[in-house]
């Protein structure tokens, strides 16, 4: 004979779920993009990460991708920090390591979730030594283009907010390697459009998680030219994040992956250090590297 206590719990568990899947149900798209942002936000904040971004022209053997050749492998290390409203504005800069030859190329990256300001980008070379400005988006500014590290990523594809500039609508709610997911287009309105490569694009956003696990961009004529796979899906303080991003580029056959070796968050940052000072001062830079790796004790 079943309890009257637990039968109560059953009933408490129950409308629990009930709620939870009708919340679930009325999310709209522009919703469950917001948590997806505010998520990947989050893991940015106040933190230091080591990467190793491998890029390489791919081909399919039996079924899977595999690279054709040996991949260009590069060490990174990066520092976020949020600012502005609500901590909704992200300050980073990333400096590589490894290859020897290409040690302190650095790029600085302030993104504003403010709609209709443009993010800003600076790429220092050091064989150069000078700093460039990137673009933000539009194909028509005569600057450099704006690739992560000369990978498959761009500046747009490794932003967050903004969110106002597009339309959203779930297409459907299927599964993808195995799990339960919205699938949700994303289309640029006319003033986005001028900034963007993508005439739209389709992310797989994992329902209990909050992460796209799958992303499809598509160009002016709506032919897919970019595909970003996520793997490697854990925890990181509470926040479930992609410690692997895979970006193909379906028109050069080139892929990149970005790997989070090594993530620390919660860490005392300068907000003079995220600044151009950085990129060019390379004693400074690595005088307040050292402060930071010190924290990671």
């Not at 679930?24 to 933190?47: H, P």
């Not at 598509?218 to 897919?224: I, N």
């Not at 050069?252 to 989070?260: E, G, K, P, V």
Request: one cysteine or more; charged letters at 30%.
């Amino acid at each position: 004979m079943i309890s009257k206590s637990f039968q109560m719990l059953i009933g408490a568990a129950w409308i629990a779920t009930f709620m939870s899947n009708t919340v679930a149900q009325d999310l709209s798209g522009f919703e469950i993009m917001q948590m997806v942002d505010d998520a990947q936000r989050q893991t940015n904040d106040s933190s230091f990460n080591r990467m190793q971004l491998s890029s390489c022209k791919f081909g399919v053997t039996e079924g899977r991708i595999t690279c054709a050749e040996r991949p260009r492998v590069k060490a990174l290390e990066s520092v976020a920090k949020s600012y502005g409203a609500d901590l909704k504005d992200t300050k980073s800069i990333t400096i590589t390591l490894e290859p020897a030859n290409e040690r302190g190329i650095g790029m600085l990256n302030y993104a504003y979730d403010e709609t209709g300001r443009n993010n800003e980008t600076w790429l220092y070379l050091s064989a150069l030594g000078r700093v460039k400005r990137m673009a933000s988006g539009d194909s028509d500014e005569e600057t450099e283009p704006a690739s992560v590290f000369g990978s498959e990523f761009t500046t747009e594809d490794t932003e967050t907010g903004k969110l106002e500039e597009f339309e959203f609508k779930i297409l459907e709610e299927t599964t993808t390697s195995g799990r339960e997911v919205w699938k949700i287009e994303m289309i640029p309105n006319e003033e986005r459009a001028k900034k963007t490569r993508y005439s739209r694009q389709i992310h797989y956003i994992d329902k209990e998680r909050h992460v796209a696990l799958r992303s499809e961009m598509y160009d002016r004529y709506d032919k897919e030219v970019k595909r970003l796979m996520a793997s490697r899906i854990e925890l990181v303080n509470e926040i479930w994040m992609a410690r692997s991003l895979t970006m193909m580029n379906l028109v050069t056959n080139r892929l990149s992956n970005m790997a989070f070796v090594e993530i620390y968050t919660d860490l005392v940052i300068d907000d003079e250090f995220l600044s151009q000072r950085t990129l060019t001062d390379a004693a400074y830079r690595e005088t307040e590297l050292e402060k930071l790796r010190a924290q990671l004790n």
